[in-house]
């Protein structure tokens, strides 16, 4: 079965939301797979954020998940990676629809990086990438 890397980002965490997001995932019904609480090192960030390197928000993006804790999770199942990047809804939080992670806890909070909530992997390729930076021991 498939597996996707998601991420409870400073924000999220720092609101309390680790467990709306985990029961989330549960009730969807894909199952946790390894899971761990840490504040990101900015190598292993500007690893996971390679595709963003140049652009305006990389630095402050790169700043901000380093800021705090965030929780990092493994989840397993059927499609996860399309079915969670649907549960968190569209990147912006004020035109994510409601129903979603992002569309019901997040909205624009007028700063320079998006306050988004959650981190989902974007296709097969992008998970493994991000499970081996994550999680090395897996
Ligand atoms: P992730 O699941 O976090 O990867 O979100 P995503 O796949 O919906 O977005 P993407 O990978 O394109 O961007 C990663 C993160 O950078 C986003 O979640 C936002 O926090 C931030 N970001 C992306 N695009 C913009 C932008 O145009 N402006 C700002 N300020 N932040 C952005
Ligand atoms: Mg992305």
Redesign the pocket.
């Known amino acids: 079965t498939e597996r996707s890397l998601v ?1 409870v ?1 400073p924000d999220g965490f720092h609101r309390g939301l680790t467990g709306e997001v985990l029961r989330r995932i549960e009730a969807k019904g894909y199952v946790l797979a390894a899971l761990k609480i840490l504040t990101p090192p900015t190598a292993l960030l500007q690893e996971h ?1 390679a ?2 390197e140049g ?3 990389f630095e ?2 790169v700043a ?1 998940m380093s800021s705090g804790p965030v929780t990092a999770v493994v989840i397993e199942g059927e499609d996860c990676i399309k079915g969670f ?1 649907s549960l ?1 809804g ?3 939080p004020t035109e994510a629809a409601p129903g979603s992670i992002r569309g019901d806890l997040g909205r624009d909070w007028g ?6 909530i ?5 296709s097969p390729e992008s998970a493994a990438r991000e499970i081996g930076i994550w999680f090395p021991e897996l």
């Open positions: 991420i980002k954020y595709e963003h652009k305006p928000f402050p993006l901000f990047r968190a569209a990147t912006n700063e320079k990086v998006q306050k988004n959650v981190h989902g992997s974007d």
